[in-house]
């Protein structure tokens, strides 16, 4: 999937600088990378948490049998496995 890929890229390219510069102007500015993704496939990225949290846990369902991962889990020898999880956790900041 195209958007999978640019997720990717854009995960490259912020990972590096994020965990030096993380703030909000860095996180502001990967949003609107991310949200232009989105919309340049046609998508709208939704506003609502409780939507984005079951698209996320949809996408990890979904990305269980995909081709990557299939061949991820025969270069690792990894066998006998039924299904995936997914956890969701809170996060708390604070001053």
């Known amino acids: 999937m195209v ?3 640019d997720k990717t890229l854009l995960f490259l390219l ?5 965990i030096f510069f993380h703030g909000p ?3 502001q500015a990967l949003t609107v990378t991310y949200k232009g993704v989105y919309k340049a496939h046609g ?6 948490p409780l939507e984005q949290l079951r698209l ?3 996408a990890v369902f979904d990305s269980w049998q995909s081709d990557r991962a299939i061949k991820y889990m025969q270069v690792q020898q990894i066998t006998g496995l039924l299904g995936t999880a997914v956890n969701v956790q809170v996060r708390c900041t604070s001053n």
Do not use: G, T, V
Request: proline residues 5%; charged residues 35%; glycine residues 0%.
């Open 25 to 27: 102007s860095n996180s």
């Open 56 to 58: 996320a846990i949809c």
């Open 14 to 18: 912020y990972s590096k600088r994020l």
């Open 43 to 48: 998508k709208i990225f939704p506003e609502d």
């Open 3 to 5: 958007i999978d890929r």
